[in-house]
């Protein structure tokens, strides 16, 4: 590969098209030699903290969301509650309930009259 570049950079000087000393090759990132520069490594997520130091602080952090959860939950648990106690709200219930037995009472006595014709 360096015969290549060396004959390259001999045709360039041919051309006129001379390069200064120091100035990058034919691709970026490579120098003149035609070595690559490797880019350096990114910084690690988490600045300068141990995994250990990382780990307690998440735990930390998640500790605290936790807490929060179960304090919407109770709350919502509580309404929720106050909700199916309501006289309302047990009346449609029972009414409901009252409904879709009978439309099932009914749908099964059609399904038996049903089956017994197919049957014979």
Known sequence: ASAGDEAAGA?????????KEGEQADGEGETK???KKEAPPPPPPHGDKTPWQ???????????ASKEWNESTKQLG????DFTQNPNVQ??????TKTTDAAASGAATVLKTTGKAIGQ
């Open 91 to 96: 009346r449609a219930k029972s009414a409901y």
């Open 78 to 81: 509580g309404t929720i509650h």
């Open 54 to 64: 990382v780990f307690t602080e998440t735990l930390k952090t998640e500790f605290s």
């Open 11 to 19: 045709k360039a000087n041919e051309n006129g098209e001379q390069k």
């Open 33 to 35: 030699d035609g070595d």
